[in-house]
């Protein structure tokens, strides 16, 4: 894993899915050639039945269809037994993103397209849970209907798509960017000036 790898890797396994994952991931999804239709702040306050994000945009077989982005993050960033098995956990939000629908009647054509659902976390899947895990992914989402990006994905997706030339566009990103590399291997690095560099980022966003 190159050095750029290991710092998006790091940053992204800090984020709360509240006010952090879930901001910067349509940035991301942007950068994908998604069409953004409805985000949490746009929703907030309000039941999401499993859809953090709804998108539009083509899937890896060319196909274009609706998705729902499921995210979790800080403590529910790692699925373990209890965070899948829990009131509102994995398998009670992947539940509700199959089966509460959501239709968008001003976007021509959007309420006829097939659905991917994807899990998006910044962790992994504990070796205990996967069995369970795979078992109920494989009964509820038989005509791959279902994705999960975990941290492994997502470092390889912002390290591709938003962490490279997009974002050292100018001097002072450059800059932060320069010093995060030296601090690296520092003891006890709190990635400062990384999360500088990513305030920078968000709060440019066109």
Not at 62 to 85: A, P
Not at 144 to 167: A, M, N, P, V
């Amino acid at each position: 894993m190159g050095t750029n790898n290991i710092i998006v890797r790091e940053y992204l396994e800090t984020l709360k899915e509240d006010g952090e994952l879930d901001k910067i991931f349509p940035l991301l999804l942007n950068l994908m050639g998604f069409r953004i239709i409805a985000t949490p702040k746009a929703s907030k306050g309000q039941p999401q039945f499993g859809k953090d994000i709804i998108a539009m945009g083509k899937d890896i077989d060319g196909v274009k269809k609706r998705f729902y982005f499921e995210l979790k993050g800080h403590s529910d960033r790692n699925i373990c037994d209890t965070v899948y098995s829990k009131q509102d956990g994995i398998r009670d939000s992947l539940l509700a993103a199959k089966y509460a629908s959501f239709e968008d009647s001003a976007i021509p054509g959007f309420n006829s397209l097939p659905v991917k659902i994807v899990l998006v976390h910044n962790g992994i899947i504990k070796a205990n849970t996967r069995p369970t895990f795979e078992g109920f992914i494989k009964q509820e989402f038989p005509l791959d209907g279902f994705e999960r990006w975990g941290i492994d994905e997502l470092t390889d997706l912002f390290s591709t798509h938003l962490f490279g030339e997009y974002l050292l566009t100018d001097e002072t990103s450059i800059k932060l960017f320069k010093k995060t590399l030296v601090l690296l291997d520092v003891t006890e690095c709190d990635l400062k000036d990384f999360k500088e560099l990513i305030i920078k980022l968000l709060t440019n966003e066109v």
